[in-house]
Structure formats: structure tokens, C-alpha cells
DNA sequence: TTTATTATTGACTGGACGATCTATAACGGT
DNA sequence: ACCGTTATAGATCGTCCAGTCAATAATAAA
């Protein structure tokens, strides 16, 4: 009954993430969004609401996705330090320009800090499962003997989100891929039984 | 010879490192700098050269002044480990607004990335000292026996390091001080020969 | 085919931005 | 007392910003 949208949605979302991803909020103009999603400026407010509704819609699928990916290679591995080493390593990307881009997420709690209601109501979609899953992994190391048992599981999970935060931190400031896997492997190691 | 300077200028500048320490760079307004230095806006202009020239500067001086201090509690106490742990505990302010606030180094990567090439300049003043002085600490615990000697000492300094930037970062999300405490003891705790 | 509804397009709006200009004031050296 | 120099204060600059408006186009239901 109306005129069907012309552009994909979800693609224009995407383009909007790397964007916001690369320069954080402030420092986007609506210009620059519109010329990467390849929309008209109404388009936007149409499809998205505003500026900011866009940048919210945008952090929330870029959690999703990545928080789903995180989980998967936390899961997979038989072994569960291989498991938090994969999740890790994950972090990293290959490609110098994506790795120095760091996470989005990272990104807005440095620019917004703890004051923002949206913004926290968000965070805390993402951090519990993953504390979740890394206690429960921890646990599973420490019965068959391959990760300390003198830890208590959920400082030593908390420890790893930090080492997550580092890693991520380390890469937007132009952290080389192997001197950040080195810092992987070496947080990895001292959960280690010796 | 000429008329002189009305205000402070260090006291000006402390507060305008407290507005962009707070809010970052972009979403900073030279009209709120104004306000929070109490001086009209040619004088900063001439004191200062310009917006991004002050931020450079507050920068630069806080920097300075927090290496410092890091530096002082890693070496005073006679303990490698007692030295490392004050060092990591030292970056927890008590007072929850100031905690809040982060470590303003690392809201300047987080918002400027490795892309920026000032910036990169400045922060490449105040790793190497830290990691340095680091590297001498555990290899001095290392000789004693109580730092783990099957690291790395430059692996685990960088380690050290990145902890730092972790805590900073977890307190601008608004985590508690004694959560925060426990992360540092807790990675302190991992560096100990067991 | 008409009508209701939504999308697209490009011009436009008021306000905030960083920076500059101008006029006046205050100082030290001469 | 005057001069050269720098500081202050307030008005003003052009630009860019996020967001809105108005005109047109495209669709599906009736």
C-alpha cells in the first residue's frame, strides 16, 4: 500500500557500523553516514530515526554479531583454555586496518562513559552471558586439571573480559597482530596449573 | 615591556584538561573550556594557539604527571610485587566521580586511534619509560624468587601494561573500586612464583 | 483508476561551532 | 609622559551541523 524502500536496510546499517566504528560518535557527521550508506539525508530519518537512534541500532548489531562470534570460539575447542585462548585470538584481525579500528564497543564506553543510560542498558546485554560462559569453561578446566585451581573462577573470568578490553585497546592504538597474540598467549598461560 | 597575563595559566589549563578528560575531544565546545577556565575566549587563543593545541598540551601534562606518579609507586616499595601492585592500585580513584573518568590517555587512543600522528608522538613518551622500569621490577623479583621466573620479564611488563589500560578502561564503564582492586590483586597474584 | 501511504530528493532552517577582528586596557622600558 | 607590546572583552565571521520541509514518485489496496 505505500512505496517499498529502495535501499537494503541492513546493508546500509553495516556501512553506518564502520563508520561510527572508526571515528566513534562525535566525530561522525550525518554527511559522512549518508555518503557510506549511500541514502538520502530523509532516508535516514525515515529508516533509522536520527543520528543517535542509528548509532544505538548500530552498537546493538555490532554486539550481537560479535558476542555470538565470541561464544562459538569460546565453545568450541574440547579444551576449555583452548577455548579461551581461541576467543582471544579472535579479537585479532588480520588486516592492519580493521585491527586498528578496535571495537565498537570499547569505543563507546570510552566516549560515554558510565552516564548514559542507552548505552549501559546495552552493555549489559553483552557482558553477563559472556562472564557466564567463562566461569562455566574455567570450572570445567579446573576439574580436569588444566587450568589453576587456587582461582576463584569468577575473578578469573573477569580477568579474561579485562584481557579482552586490553587486547582491543591495544589494537586501536596500533598494536602489531603478533605482538598482540603474544599478550593473548601470555594471559592464557598464567591461568595455566604449573 | 607588555601587559600581563591576568590569570593562571597552569590553573587554566588543569581546567580545561579536567572538561576534555571528561568528555573527550570532539564533544568538547571551546565555549565549555571557556567556562570551566574562567577566561574570555581571545585569551585562550592567545595563550594557547587553539583548541587542539590545548588539548596537546592538557595532554601532554597529565602524561606527565600520572607517569610520574606511576612511576613512584612502582619503585618505592622494597618488594618487586608490592611495587607492581601499587602501581596498579594507584590508578583506582577512590572518589567515584574521578574514577568515572578514566585514565584521559586512554580516552585519547580510543578516540584518535594510531591514525594521528601527534598523538602517536605523545604516547610514545610515556610507554617505554613505564614498560622499562617494569621490565627492571620483575626481573629484580625474578632474582629474588617471588615473580615467576619462567616468564618473559618483557612479556610480562607488557602484560602489566595492558592491565593498566584495562582497569582504566573498566573504570570509565563505571566499575567499583574494590571490583577493580580485586582485578589488579587478582593479575598481581598471577605474575607470583607458585 | 483512484486513493492512501510511504520513499526519495534537494532545498532549507536555526543554531552551534572554531576562529578572527576591533577597540580598549594595562604594563615595562625609554 | 610616551611608546611598544601584549591582554582582555565583546562583536562578528563563515562554515558546518543535525534535523525539517515541500514537492514528487512509486507502490498496493479498494
Keep these: 500500500m505505500a512505496r517499498p524502500r529502495e535501499f537494503d536496510r541492513e546493508l546500509a546499517l553495516e556501512r553506518a557500523t564502520d563508520v561510527f566504528w572508526a571515528n566513534g560518535y562525535a566525530s561522525t557527521s550525518t ?3 549518508l555518503a557510506a550508506m549511500g541514502i538520502a ?8 530515526g536520527g543520528k543517535r537512534a542509528l548509532y544505538l541500532e548500530a552498537l546493538e548489531a ?12 569460546l565453545k568450541a575447542p574440547a579444551s576449555p583454555l583452548a ?19 578496535g571495537c565498537m564497543g570499547v569505543g563507546a564506553v570510552s566516549e560515554f562513559g558510565a552516564g548514559d543510560a542507552a548505552m549501559a542498558e546495552l552493555r549489559a546485554k553483552v557482558g553477563p552471558p559472556v562472564l557466564a560462559s567463562l566461569v562455566t569453561r574455567l570450572r570445567e578446566g579446573q576439574a580436569t586439571g588444566e587450568v589453576d585451581p587456587a582461582m576463584d573462577a569468577e575473578d578469573a573470568a573477569r580477568f579474561v573480559q579485562m584481557t579482552m578490553t586490553g587486547l582491543q585497546l591495544a589494537a586501536r592504538g596500533g598494536g ?4 598482540l597474540r603474544s599478550l593473548a598467549r601470555f594471559a592464557v598461560d598464567r591461568l595455566k596449573t604449573r
Design 31 to 33: 554527511e559522512e553516514l
Design 41 to 48: 539525508r530523509q532516508s535516514l530519518y525515515n529508516a533509522f
Design 62 to 73: 555490532y554486539q550481537r554479531a560479535t558476542t555470538s562470534g565470541h561464544l562459538q570460539r
Design 83 to 101: 577455548g579461551i585462548e581461541a576467543l582471544l585470538l579472535g579479537l585479532i584481525a588480520e588486516d592492519d586496518g580493521r585491527r586498528a579500528m
Design 176 to 179: 602489531a597482530a603478533e605482538a
